[in-house]
């Protein structure tokens, strides 16, 4: 209300420039409570939590087929020098035998037994080392001792991790399909054109052979590290982590305004 003398208006009054008198709601400067939605970086990634990064885990590069080739020549190959030592010792054995018979005239059947019980507990081995690097080394760490050597791996499409031996085992018997259809082993050559680079066994099994090695088909799903808000580095406005005071006592910048009628933080009033 104005006075009709023309002196000042009766009341108190607001000083000019300075804020309102009276109690003043009190202006939060800390982060709000509860969930806050996710703000983007200026490249587009997406604004983590603050702690270690995030890795994901999906299947590397799919292997080329020059490379499962000659994995599967060297898995072929232990085997097969084995069969061949194994053989060589047999036909010594034999032609021992039937040169001491001749010259006794009489067979040996004692040392004939003891070569085909040493030639069967022989194959034997050779194939319970078939089964344990083809099903078992494959199923439990995904990699024969061929595909070790050319660094690739054998593993569940939906997973990417390696099927277990009784589905290796599965796939081994599957591989017939390969081979058999038409006469000719078309199902060994698909991975030369298929777009998942399976052979039928594969498809049958939903399973992909792919690179053991860290490669782009492999890489950290997520920001990498070392991106701003990561482990390492200052955030870039906001607020800090939890349970960290802003740096050097000052306040953040990129934060909340000041309250209304009050001029920036390090600024002197107008």
């Excluded at 002196?7 to 982060?31: L, M, R």
């Excluded at 997973?159 to 259809?181: K, N």
Aim: net charge neutral.
């Amino acid at each position: 209300m104005s006075n009709p003398y023309g002196g000042p208006p009766s009341g108190p009054q607001q000083p000019y420039g300075g804020p309102p008198s009276g109690p003043q709601p009190q202006q939060p400067y800390g982060p709000p409570s509860g969930p806050q939605p996710q703000q983007p970086y200026p490249g587009g990634y997406p604004q983590p939590a603050f702690g270690p990064p995030v890795f994901g885990g999906g299947p590397g590069a799919l292997a080329e087929w020059g490379t499962r080739a000659l994995g599967y020549l060297i898995d072929g190959a232990i085997p097969a020098a084995l069969m061949l030592v194994l053989y060589l010792i047999s036909g010594v054995a034999i032609a021992g035998i039937a040169s001491a018979g001749g010259a006794s005239g009489e067979g040996m059947p004692v040392g004939v037994v003891i070569l085909l019980v040493f030639v069967g507990i022989a194959y034997l081995g050779i194939l319970g080392f078939s089964i344990w690097n083809l099903c078992y080394r494959r199923g439990t760490t995904g990699q024969t001792i061929g595909q070790k050597y050319m660094r690739i791996k054998t593993v569940s499409e939906q997973t990417g991790q390696p099927i277990g031996f009784g589905m290796a085992f599965v796939r081994q018997l599957a591989h017939i399909v390969d081979s058999i259809i038409c006469g000719l082993p078309i199902g060994w050559l698909s991975p030369l054109w298929d777009d998942k680079k399976q052979t039928w066994a594969d498809k049958i099994m939903s399973t992909v052979v792919v690179s053991a090695e860290d490669g782009p088909g492999a890489m950290p799903h997520g920001p990498m590290p070392g991106a701003p808000g990561m482990p390492g580095q200052p955030p870039q406005g906001g607020f800090p982590p939890p349970g960290q005071p802003p740096q050097g006592g000052q306040p953040q910048q990129g934060g909340y305004p000041p309250p209304p009628g009050q001029p920036p933080f390090g600024q002197p009033p107008q």
